[in-house]
Nanobody, 126 residues
Framework: VQLQASGGGWVQPGGSLRLSCSAS????????TGWFRQVPGKEREFVAA????????KYAVSLKGRFTISRDRAKNMVYLQMATLRPEDTAVYYC????????????????????WGQGTQVTVSS
């Protein structure tokens, strides 16, 4: 499975961006797909995840309400809609996937994911 993250860029504080994660090589029907982000010198941080089978979602507590994860079965895509962006949201955003339907308590753990995309830079500044 190869993942491709896209949609990053520069945005002013308060703006919005939508990131996309496409998968090739296998449909994500039974997968769990997550978004993580990382800034230099810090550990990779969980953002959000979605379980394809039933659409269950999990968010980092600090981000819930501003970020929304969704999936499109027909396109085999996962999206991360980010709103009211802040400078502290600046990071490289990665999508990750595993062919397992993760339970809620494990969705935020990077080591539960088997496949990772290359990352897309999001910069929030004025």
């Amino acid at each position: 499975v190869q993942l491709q993250a896209s949609g990053g860029g520069w945005v002013q504080p308060g703006g919005s961006l939508r990131l996309s994660c496409s998968a090739s090589g296998r449909t994500q029907r039974d997968f769990t797909t997550g978004w993580f982000r990382q800034v230099p010198g810090k550990e990779r941080e969980f953002v959000a995840a979605i379980r394809w089978a039933d659409g269950s979602t999990k968010y980092a507590v600090s981000l819930k309400g501003r970020f929304t994860i969704s999936r499109d079965r027909a396109k085999n895509m996962v999206y991360l809609q980010m709103a009211t962006l802040r400078p502290e949201d600046t990071a490289v955003y990665y999508c990750a996937a595993t062919p397992r339907g993760l339970i809620m308590t494990t969705m935020s753990r990077p080591n539960e994911y088997d496949y990772w995309g290359q990352g897309t830079q999001v910069t929030v500044s004025s």
